[in-house]
Every structure is written in C-alpha cells, then in structure tokens.
C-alpha cells in the first residue's frame, strides 16, 4: 500500500492498538501494519503476556513509533492519561479472557487497561481464546458489560483453535477488523444520518440453464463506492450483481442476478433514501425467449432474439417525481467514443445530479483493473476530469461530491 492508497477516513487518525496474551498476537502484527499504511498513526501497547509470544520490535518496524510495554508506564509520567486522551479509537486484538475481565472491572493493573481508563473514543475489542474460555459464563458477562458500556466486540469466529480444538473463539482477520476501524471512525463523517444505496457488479441474463449475457463488470468501482459511503458514515445498501467481491463491513447486501432483478431491488429500496448511485452495468438487452433446456450444441447455431431491458434510472426519476426521494441521483456512463457528449445526454435525460463517466477503450481505466480515469458533469455544466487514479480514491471523490451536493440542497 503506498501513499496513493492511503484512506481518507484513517487519515492521521491516532490509533491505540492493544496487544495481549494470544497466539493471535503475530496477525496483529499484519493490523498495525495495514492501518500505517492506510494512514493512520498507531500506538501499539502491549502486555507482559504479547511480548512473549512478538517482540515490541516487530511493531516498530511496522509502524515506525515506539511499541510500549508495562514497564514504559515508570518511566514517561502519566503516559496513561497521554495516550488516552490523544486517541481517536482504542482497538484490542487480540483480547483475550484476561483482558477482557481486567476492561470490564475497571482494574488499572497494566498500562493498557489504564489507557482504557482514561480514554473517552471509541473503543473495539477481537477477542481471541480457546473455544471453552469464550464459551464460559464468566467471560460471557464481561463481554455483556463492555458492550452495555458502549464498547464494540467484534468476533470472534469459528475455527480451529492452538489446543486442536475447532469452534468460536477464533480473532477475526485483519482485514475484516480494519473494516470495523473504517466504520467506527466515519461515524460522525458528512453522510452520518443519510441512507444510501448503492448499485454495483455486472447483470447476467440467462439463455438457457447454462449460458447468459453478460459484460465485463467486476462490480470493483461500485464497492469502492459503498465503502467511501461507509466511511463518510452513511447508511449504506450495496445492490450487487453477481462478483467474487466482498462486501465492505457495515453495508447491507442484496444479491440479484438479472436486470429485472436488480429493477424490483432498487425500486423497492429507493423510498426514503437520500442518495442513489447506479455504477452497476446493467444490461440493456436481454434474450426475449429463454430456453427451458440447454440448447444443444448438435442442432446448429441457434437464432438469438433479443429485447430491451427497461432503464432503471428512468423508472427512478419517474417515481421520484411522486415521493421526493432519493434527493439525488447519481448515474454511471462507460462509453467508448464521444464521452462526453454521450455522458452529457444522460444526465439530462435522467435527471441526474452528477454523472461519472470513463472512457473504457483506455486499457488502465473501466473493466477489472484497479485504477480509473473518470470525468465528473453536474447539472451546472461543470466538467472536472480526474487524473488516473485508484478506484478507492475516485470513490472517496465521488462521495465528497455527493456530501457537497446533499448540503447545498438541505
């Protein structure tokens, strides 16, 4: 991850990273790692425990700061009361039983149960034990207490265990604690309150029970998208059409497969909502006929008639008319000749309050790749076109664009 694909959400954003007892302790490692290079500026405290399972060292070189251990408690004056009070998120993975009881108590034995103390952000916690210590009464209470407290608990996960054993108890994967930091972090962002629903994927239109038409979508700029939406703290719905992606954490998710799915979807969610963005490839056409049997390869070259799909930002702008809402809507234009002429005639057509189009001949921009060389048109006649950049870095763009646009219009 270089500073191209530094996250604007994480962005200077101090973070504690507590470290305890587990075997655990060296995927935290890769965490620390991951929100440094994302931009954030991480504080790894660890126990006695950690520092016999990873040196202190590793997370020096990883975050580039001092890893701080109990004994640093008697050396810098209140440090306790520093670190606590000068971070955005306090994040333990892992945590284990030890801890989690020393956080629900309020024991002060340990710098960081004391930065707990102390601190008044949020704070995350992965647990990771054996699947008989989660499974205690005990340890059962002390997550109801942190989570009564305001604390989120996040995992942990089934799987097979340091003693053999396989069920829940298992610390969640970096990545996916990342996604919790992500979304802690954007609460208060500008789109905190506002529901946005997001399409994303390319549209399948089945033939026969084999075969379909399909495009080249790999749904990559849509997720990007969501997440941008999550980060800036909004509610967000991810219409997907079928990708290997996952979904970011904290997006609701509604899987459909053809174009008229994806219609009833959208058209079902968009009351209420303050902000639709279509960046699905939506097929236009679709076979008129579908074959209940696979067509057989020995009877010859079948005759495929095709039928127009129905456009579904239109059906939007049409109901809208009626309920008000979405307050904007925001349409995608992939073309591969006369770019903007052809992305200008959408946005009038359609009501948009911004289009995004990309030229998709270009073979570092569109289908499956990570970059994007993206033009932005609002109603105003503005043009802003955007240098090659990551689709992570369009997104965030294009979700600052649509904050702006939902605070001019309240």
Known sequence: MTSHSKIEVLAGRRIVLGVTGS????????????????????????????????SPLTFQSVTGRKAYVDDDLWVEH?????????????????????????????SGEGLLPLIALAADCPMLVAPAMDVGMYAHAATQANVAVLEERGAAILGPVEGRMASGEMGLGRMLEPTS???????????????????????????????????????????????????????????VLLISAPTCLKAPVGVDVR??????????????????????????????????????????????????ELERTDDILALVAKQREKSGTPVLLVGFAAESEDLLDHAR???DEKGLALIVANDISQPDAGFSVDTNRVVLIGTDGGVEELPLMSKIKVAETVIARIASLLTSTS
């Open 23 to 54: 075997i655990a302790a060296y995927k935290s490692a890769d965490l620390a790692s991951k929100l440094t290079q994302a931009g954030a500026v991480v504080d790894v405290v660890m126990t006695e425990a950690a520092c016999r399972f990873i």
């Open 78 to 106: 209140v440090l306790h009361i520093r670190l606590g009070r000068e971070a955005d998120l306090i994040l333990i993975a892992p945590c284990t039983a030890t801890t989690l009881s020393r956080l629900a108590t309020g």
């Open 177 to 235: 604690i990342l996604g919790h930091v992500r979304q802690s972090l954007g609460d208060d962002g500008p789109l905190a309150g506002r529901k946005v629903i997001v399409t994303a994927g390319g549209t399948r239109e089945p033939v026969d029970p084999v075969r379909v038409i399909a495009n080249r979508s790999s749904g990559k700029q849509g997720y990007a998208i969501a997440q941008a939406a999550v980060d800036a703290g909004a509610d």
């Open 255 to 304: 899987s459909v497969e053809t174009a008229s799915d994806m219609q009833d979807a959208v058209l079902a969610a968009v009351d209420n909502a303050d902000v639709l963005v279509m960046a699905a490839a939506v097929a236009d056409f679709r076979p008129a006929d579908f074959q209940a049997e696979k067509i057989k390869r020995r009877k010859g070259v079948p005759a495929l």
């Open 345 to 347: 005639a959408k946005l």
